[in-house]
């Protein structure tokens, strides 16, 4: 109980006196998390435009029947319908459900989209991100409680997720997961893609690397693994900026080696992973307009 405790003191610091910084530190971020919601819907509903049938269901396309977005433009229109939503949400018009809303039309233009076959998770992280503000907006009417559960609890599936794919990797493959050979093939995998799509593919220097050393790429993989076991350590505040930076550099090491992009988790760890609301209070306490973004305690941002 006392460790259950502590992780809820790191997550959400309920005792803590909300400053300027992380007032508008919020507002940054729940922008980002919308910008993002966006691209991808309209990204993803364009894409769809071209498709006609459910090759693999996904999510709730395994209960109803989502062929009709591959008609009428719909799926543009649902995109056009989440863009509505999702702004008049940011600028606290209407409902606290609106952002409930939003998160089942991007699930929907999620499954729809990715009902072809291949399903990928480069886009779980923003998904769980809007699910956990959506819950924020319907569970709380202070807006100090709102922001922190909001964040906290954003931060805490990170961590934990992080976990779950270091287990997921030990129950699917055993612990001979971090075998180079295995990198070999995920790497040729890769090359056989884009030779698909571009006919030419080069090796940059970290799959040549890779590649020459069975030793290095086993030394890859197990870093990376044992990166992601580590993800714990992403719910304490101190040593939150090292974890994220050992993530962020995992990122960076598989787009490098098997091309594989996480853009949009590189930039959450970013931005939670770092004190931006600390250096902002430090900032404003600098200028003469400090007092412009300070926070309340009412039920309105």
Not at 116 to 132: D, F, R, T, V
Not at 137 to 145: E, H
Not at 275 to 294: C, E, H, K, M, R
Request: net charge positive; proline share 3%; glycine share 8%.
């Amino acid at each position: 109980m006392a460790f259950v405790n502590r992780i809820s003191t790191e997550l959400f610091t309920p005792d803590k006196k909300e400053t300027p910084g992380e007032v508008l530190f919020f507002r940054v971020f729940e922008a980002f998390i919308i910008a993002y919601v966006i691209k991808l819907s309209w990204q993803w509903g364009t894409y769809m435009v071209r498709n006609s049938e459910v090759v693999l269901p996904l999510g709730v396309a395994n209960y109803i029947d989502i062929s009709f977005m591959f008609s009428h433009s719909l799926s543009l229109i649902n995109a056009g319908i989440i863009t509505g939503i999702i702004l008049l949400s940011f600028f606290r018009w209407g409902s606290k459900w609106q952002y409930f809303i939003t998160v089942l039309l991007f699930h929907l233009q999620f499954v729809a989209r990715f009902s072809q076959g291949e399903i990928p998770h480069s886009a779980n992280l923003i998904g769980m991100s809007l699910l956990c503000i959506s819950l924020g907006f319907i569970l709380f009417d202070s807006t100090v409680k709102r922001r922190r559960f909001i964040l906290g609890s954003i931060i805490f599936f990170i961590g934990l997720g992080y976990i779950m794919a270091a287990c997921t990797k030990l129950i699917g493959t055993g612990i001979n997961w971090s075998d180079g050979h295995h990198l070999w093939l995920w790497i040729a995998e890769k090359k056989t893609d884009i030779l698909s799509r571009s006919g030419t593919y080069n090796y940059n220097w970290l799959q040549q690397w890779a590649l020459y050393s069975w030793s290095a790429a086993t030394a890859l993989l197990t870093l990376g693994w044992l990166t992601e076991l580590s993800g714990f350590l992403f719910w304490w505040r101190r040593l939150r900026p090292y974890i994220a930076t050992g993530l962020i550099i995992m990122h960076v090491g598989i787009t490098l080696s098997m091309n594989i992009r996480f853009d949009a988790f590189i930039f959450e760890l970013i931005l939670l992973g770092y004190p931006w609301a600390t250096l902002i209070d430090n900032y404003i306490s600098y200028i003469p307009t400090g007092n412009v973004f300070q926070p309340t305690n009412s039920s309105t941002p």
